[in-house]
């Protein structure tokens, strides 16, 4: 099988279907060709089609997975709302060029109760691994499996959720699981909303209310540059994202990156020597919205 970026994918729902595809691709493929990864849940927008596309230049073969994992979803969450449409995404799919999508079902994946849990440590004590408890635990096996079920040489991962991208390369680290794991940039709307599936549950209202966090987030270089501690920077976004009426903070946090630890208190940040993230959840009524900025010092 080799990359096309206007053919249909080819569809396979069983596990040792997608082994076997895999199987042949390798079998077949010229010495050294590899295979690139985009998990997803489907409901692809062009953050997805982005990690499609960028998969398509480094690898021979681009696998696109679309499940949604019940296991990264709490009680009171949106499993069963969360938007599903898959005959767009295949659509979508084509177009970007994946070769293979992987759409197994609920009881494909987990056919009986997981015993096993994945829970990496540190990374994900604060942000939505303290809003959502269980999430990154749900991740790590959902990521595990298919990272065992595809074998990708390489995996695509967006970073507006960079805190799932710093816990996925933990995992991958700490278990020695072959792939190298590529963070990706955050694709925006043309007004600044970075894409998610989730944005699909706004109204108009909250639609245009939620650009508060992209037009906040676009000053914390300048605020940082102007020797703002991670203190005041955090109470100076979220005074920028209270400005909208409609705003329900969940968290601000100015941490270091990777590592997701404070940085030094009572030090300008601009003094920091380290990578630094900007994180923010916010709801706009029953939408919960995530979006950052990871920065650089020196480039403050
Ligand atoms: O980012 C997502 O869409 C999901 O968390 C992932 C990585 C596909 C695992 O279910």
């Known amino acids: 099988m080799t990359a096309s970026v206007t053919s249909a994918p080819a569809i396979v729902r069983t596990i040792p279907e997608m082994r076997k595809a895999i199987r042949e691709y390798r079998s077949q493929a010229s010495p050294g060709a590899t ?8 409901f692809l927008h062009e953050g997805h089609a982005s990690l499609i596309r960028r998969s398509n230049l480094d690898n021979g073969l681009t696998v696109l997975s679309i499940f949604v994992n019940p296991l990264q979803f709490g009680p009171n969450e949106d499993f069963e709302r969360y938007p599903r449409d898959e005959s767009r995404d295949l659509e979508v799919a084509a177009a970007a060029g994946a070769d293979i999508v992987f759409l197994p079902s609920v009881e494909e994946m987990y056919p009986r109760r997981t015993a096993t849990q994945i829970t990496v440590a ?35 991962f967006g970073l507006k959720d960079a805190q799932q991208v710093a816990v996925v390369e933990r995992m991958v680290q700490d278990l020695d699981q ?12 043309a007004d600044g909303l970075a894409m998610s599936s989730r944005n699909v549950y706004l109204s108009a209202d909250e639609r245009r209310e939620a650009l508060v966090l992209s037009r906040t987030l676009a000053q914390v270089p300048a605020w940082i540059a102007s020797g703002m501690t991670a203190e005041r920077l955090e109470a100076a976004v979220t005074a ?10 969940d968290y601000v946090e100015a941490l270091t990156y990777p590592s997701l630890t404070p940085p030094a208190a009572d030090v300008p940040l601009s003094d920091a020597d380290e990578r630094l993230i900007v994180a923010v959840a916010v709801k706009f009524g029953r939408t919960r919205l995530i979006d950052n900025i990871l920065i650089s010092v020196p480039e403050a």
């Open 178 to 189: 072959p792939v190298e794991i590529v963070p990706c940039p955050i694709v925006r709307e």
């Open 122 to 156: 540190g990374v994900t004590e604060r942000l939505c691994g303290a809003s959502r408890p269980g999430h990154f635990d749900g991740v790590g096996v959902v990521v595990t499996k298919l990272f065992n079920i595809v074998s990708p040489d390489r995996a695509y």
């Open 35 to 42: 295979v690139g990864f985009v998990p997803t849940m489907g």
């Open 240 to 249: 920028g994202i209270s400005a909208s009426p409609l705003a329900v903070i």
